[in-house]
């Protein structure tokens, strides 16, 4: 079993639209969670971190189940802009373990 | 530009021969690792330093791969023996709490 699964995808949507993502994760010693954004052919850059009580940036929001291991994210109001690869990653550094990512999640936001 | 860079950019190679890159983190950071991606996939996990200690290496890489951090700075990844599957972008991350910043990555060809 793959430490992080993510829907592989992808997810076509008009602009406007409102979309969620899903995320497991296997190793219950994961401490800390994050949601990355890469475009095509960039590097990974961090879109949010995840937190317990969930959390919220703008048209984006993040949330956590630590029972269930699984995290979501919901864009409201897509944008073109908003197309990309999103990536969810579980920290494990208090086990002296390095981050794992998903295979990510492709999103295209069409007019 | 995240402030990691990496060199080569590029790297073409004949099967068989041994290649090395190089990442430079952010000088404050105490954390790098490396990932591999291919077309498709999100970056899996390679090694992971902090400071010059290798924490953790990766199951899945074999013995032909061997990283180095010798002063904490600047790391090095080499293949030795390169084969076709090896194939891939490498990219290198730093960072000093949950966050990572990466690098553009060093895509290698093997033909």
């Known amino acids: 079993r793959k430490e992080v699964e993510q829907d592989p995808g992808p997810f076509n949507v008009p602009e406007g639209a409102t979309v969620a993502f899903n995320c497991t994760y296997s190793?219950?010693?994961?401490?800390?969670f994050f949601w990355y954004r890469q475009d095509c052919r960039k590097e990974p850059k961090l879109l949010m971190s995840?937190?317990?009580s969930g959390n919220e940036d703008g048209r984006f929001t993040a949330q956590l189940n630590r029972a269930s291991q699984y995290i979501s994210l919901l864009i409201r109001d897509s944008k073109l802009s908003d197309s990309a690869t999103y990536l969810c990653?579980?920290?494990?550094?208090?086990?002296?373990?390095?981050?794992?990512f998903g295979a990510g999640t492709r999103l295209t936001v069409k007019p | 530009d995240t402030g990691v860079s990496q060199d080569p950019r590029h790297k073409i190679t004949k099967r068989g021969q041994n290649v090395t890159f190089r990442c430079d983190p952010i000088s404050e950071h105490n954390r790098l690792y490396w990932y591999r991606q291919t077309l498709g996939q999100g970056p899996e996990f390679l090694t992971y330093?902090?400071?010059?200690?290798?924490?953790?290496k990766s199951r899945l890489l074999s013995d032909r791969f061997s990283a180095e951090r010798p002063k904490g700075s600047f790391s090095t990844l080499e293949i030795q023996r390169t084969e076709q599957g090896d194939s891939a972008m490498y990219l290198c991350?730093?960072?000093?709490?949950?966050?990572?910043?990466f690098g553009p990555g060093t895509r290698l060809t093997v033909l």
């Open positions: 995840v937190y317990s």
């Open positions: 330093f902090q400071n010059e200690a290798q924490l953790e």
């Open positions: 990653v579980v920290n494990m550094l208090l086990a002296s373990k390095g981050m794992r």
């Open positions: 190793n219950s010693a994961s401490q800390s």
């Open positions: 991350a730093s960072g000093r709490g949950n966050e990572q910043f």
